[in-house]
């Protein structure tokens, strides 16, 4: 365990230092920063580094950036939609943090809530996990005389509460497991990544197994979605977009901040509660978004055969190595040996320093035609299908299949996916079915693109709609 970047993270010598400039610089916890950002914030937090008697510390914030990586402290990302490599606090860091602010805020983990809430718990799982019918009966016939009690006190004008203190105990404990939720879609990535490793290596492996998985993924079989890590995020995932939990959740969220009890939250505090589950979305969409790229790259890695190359050089390799290993005996680490090898020189310079002339370019594009916004409602959308001849059954089975391999499906997916073969109509008869069979992500849009007849690009913004279960086929 001493080798893992949690303890030596927390046991290095300026552990104070470095923990204070990592969450001074990644104040959300999960935010990305390009690799310009983070150094120059680093570079205005160095003096926490300094000994006593130092004036410059003896490494750049570029350095010190560099070695908190190859610690495990930070994680480095290549995102092919930014131009600048991007940097976030690994799952050690995040998880160093917390255990540093649970000792400085000193909050007893045994209270009375959270013991209820254990309780509470364990009676529901019992309950429903009973196989013996007259004991099911019994519990629902007692929680049934429980309430028809408290509906008759509520009757006669007894209103009994909770002490404010207990409630907004209990309130502090339920926010601070919410916010352990957000802690682990970090690791959630990490565990994604780990099982696609896992099956790259078992894909090359010349084991038994090997040929079962090959079949599985060419037949679109989702591995990672199968797997442990993948079961628990998609149950978690479509919890948390589900219209009526969330429409639940939110008016249970509004009737608490009208308490009196929340009063004595701080302002951070009532500010977590009214944005628990808010707060969520946006990485749970990045973990979907990583489970979705690692599932195309991994059918890419099987359907274009590059796997076959693989296992040819891990051969070559292997036979290698063998014959390194047959000679180590004979031939001494240290023997000359008779051959020389001539190193080349050349001058190094910068790329961007060199501006190529790319002769069948007509020069500067034409100004992009811009057209102005305006509202579909659901009868225009239905019109424009019946008049048009949209093929919907064919954009059905589109949307199905797409959403069948990632768990989930937005217009732009459907798009990068299936192509519009129909062009513009194509995109209409999408939003056609989005508005009848797909979830809004209200206030979000997206940028979708397709190919019109002629050959020409096109792109729109349209509102952010995600097809969550399988459209109908009438």
Do not use: C
Not at 15 to 22: G, S
Not at 202 to 210: G, K, N, V
Not at 274 to 293: C, G, I, M
Not at 441 to 467: C, H
């Amino acid at each position: 365990m001493r080798r893992l970047s949690t303890w030596r993270l927390l046991s290095a010598t300026k552990a104070p230092a470095v923990l204070a400039i990592l969450q001074a610089v990644f104040p959300a916890g999960g935010r990305r920063l390009p690799r310009s950002e983070l150094v120059a914030r680093v570079e205005t937090h160095l003096h926490l580094l300094l000994d006593e008697g130092q004036s410059r510390t003896a490494r750049t914030a570029a350095e010190y950036v560099e070695t908190w990586v190859r610690e495990g402290y930070l994680t480095r990302r290549d995102d092919q939609q930014r131009l600048e490599t991007t940097f976030e606090p690994s799952p050690a860091t995040i998880d160093a943090v917390q255990f540093i602010a649970s000792l400085e805020e000193h909050r007893p983990t045994t209270t009375q809530s959270r013991l209820q809430l254990v309780l509470q718990q364990f009676d529901r799982l019992a309950q429903e996990t009973e196989t013996d019918r007259d004991i099911r009966l019994r519990d629902l016939q007692r929680r049934r005389a429980e309430i028809e009690r408290e509906i008759a006190d509520l009757s006669e004008g007894e209103l009994m509460l909770p002490a404010p203190a207990a409630s907004a105990d209990r309130l502090r404990d339920i926010l601070q497991i919410a916010s352990e939720l957000s802690g682990d879609f970090l690791q959630y990535r990490e565990d994604l990544r780990a099982v696609d490793l896992h099956l790259r290596e078992q894909i090359l492996s010349p084991d038994a197994s090997r040929g079962e998985i090959l079949e599985q993924l060419l037949a679109g079989d989702d591995l990672l979605g199968q797997s442990t890590v993948g079961r628990t995020f998609t149950q978690f995932f479509r919890l948390l977009n589900d219209p009526a939990q969330t429409a639940m959740a939110q008016d249970v969220i509004d009737r608490l901040l009208e308490r009196d009890f929340t009063r004595a939250l701080g302002r951070e505090e009532r500010e977590r509660l009214a944005n628990v589950f808010s707060d969520l979305y946006e990485p749970a969409q990045e973990v979907l978004d990583v489970k979705t790229e690692l599932y195309r790259s991994l059918a890419r890695f099987v359907r274009s055969q590059d796997f076959r190359q693989h296992r040819v050089l891990m051969d070559l390799l292997a036979e290698a190595q063998g014959i390194a290993l047959a000679q180590k005996d004979e031939v001494r680490a240290r023997s000359p040996f008779p051959l020389e090898l001539d190193l080349a020189r050349v001058r190094m310079s910068s790329v961007a320093q060199h501006q190529l002339k790319d002769p069948t370019d007509p020069g500067a594009p034409a100004e992009a035609e811009v057209h102005d916004a305006t509202t579909l409602s659901v009868e225009v959308l239905e019109n424009l299908v019946r008049v048009n001849d949209i093929d919907v059954i064919g954009l059905t089975g589109s949307v199905n299949r797409v959403r069948g391999r990632g768990g989930q499906a937005s217009i732009g997916d459907v798009l990068r996916e299936e192509p519009a073969t129909q062009g513009l109509a194509s995109v209409i008869g999408l939003m056609f079915l989005a508005t009848q069979y797909a979830q809004q992500r209200e206030g979000s849009t997206e940028i979708v693109a397709w190919r019109e007849l002629d050959g020409r690009d096109y792109a729109a913004k349209v509102p952010a709609f995600y097809f969550l279960d399988d459209v109908p086929v009438d």
